[in-house]
Nanobody, 127 residues
């Protein structure tokens, strides 16, 4: 089994920054892709960003392009989400997701492409 543990959430003023981390652990594995999704109260879970482990291709939701950056540390099996210029509408629970080799993620923006999910970390943005 694989465990994903997110950290780095918290309260920040609008315009501020946070860096989320998601560490993967468990049985020996190779990651295919990892992503970040978020869910605000009363709303559906939505895609934020994703990264392919091989090659490092990245994908972003239009709402976060130019403000958020996803990156990975292959050695630590950790994915990061640097969030800058935060807005009140970015407030949500942020979830980390992963899919392992040999499964290939065809559409990184789709939540059903991912097999493993973290518990989530709360991000609150005050105006």
């Amino acid at each position: 089994q694989v465990q994903l543990v997110e950290s780095g959430g918290g309260l920040v003023q609008a315009g501020g920054s946070l860096r989320l981390s998601c560490a993967a652990s468990g049985r020996t594995f190779s990651t295919s892709a990892m992503g970040w999704f978020r869910q605000a109260p009363g709303k559906e879970r939505e895609f934020v960003a994703a990264i392919r482990w091989s090659g490092g291709s990245t994908y972003y939701a239009d709402s976060v392009k130019g403000r958020f950056t996803i990156s990975r540390d292959n050695v630590k099996n950790t994915v990061y989400l640097q969030m800058n210029s935060l807005r009140p509408e970015d407030a949500a629970v942020y979830y980390c997701a992963a899919t392992l080799v040999p499964r290939r993620v065809l559409t990184p923006m789709k939540s059903d492409e991912y097999d493993y999910w973290g518990q989530g970390t709360q991000v609150t943005v005050s105006s």
